[in-house]
């Protein structure tokens, strides 16, 4: 089901690349203010999550709990945010961010507050390793 | 599974009542400047989609597609936004927004982005009648 896929260029300069779920590429977004992972199906041309069928939405979800308990496990959020919203990328993707009270945008959503505070190499290596264990990459 | 399920009072002051899906209760978030369904799955306790079992996050997946193609097929918006938060109150719910380039929010997500316009009495009772046929209700 990967034929013709290819990452949002928009997307891929935003994120760093964790691995390789059975549907989707997981990334880690380059800002070190939330652990926020998405999550992209590897299905050309999709937009919207209908645009799934049964099985490919029901893979989807599957991993999205994964990525929600390798969120939960390793920064003991107080709230995830789960969202396809695909205003600006429309690449179908799916946000999962590690929210805290008092965080840089606490309580509003993350989407345009601000600006993101990249990580440096190791701190974004460091993170990638703890994730792709925790996501059993 | 509605045992003890009692829907937030925020939740309840901002929306209108759909009806009942096999899951979820479907509300009308109460702003005219988005045709904006909100899934409430009716399981006491929710916070988290991962809060819930496999089998009642297939069945909440399934409601969310239902949503989805009833304001596609409703409203033919640009784009369908998706999500959980939840940072503001707990209770497991799902937004469905159809999002439209130009609308008040565009790009933006619509959370916290200026004042909702509220339904009048006979806008809302339409839309719903739609709705309630949309949703096969």
Known sequence: MS?????????AADTHTVGELPLSRALLMDDARYPWLVLVPRIAGACELVDLDAAAQSQLLAEISVACRALQSLYAPHKLNVAALG??????HVHIVARNTGDAAWPAPVWGRGEPHHYAREESDERIAALRRALEL
Chains 1, 2 share one sequence.
């Open 3 to 11: 034929d013709g896929f290819a990452l949002d260029p928009r997307l």
């Open 87 to 92: 205003n600006v990328v429309e690449q179908l």
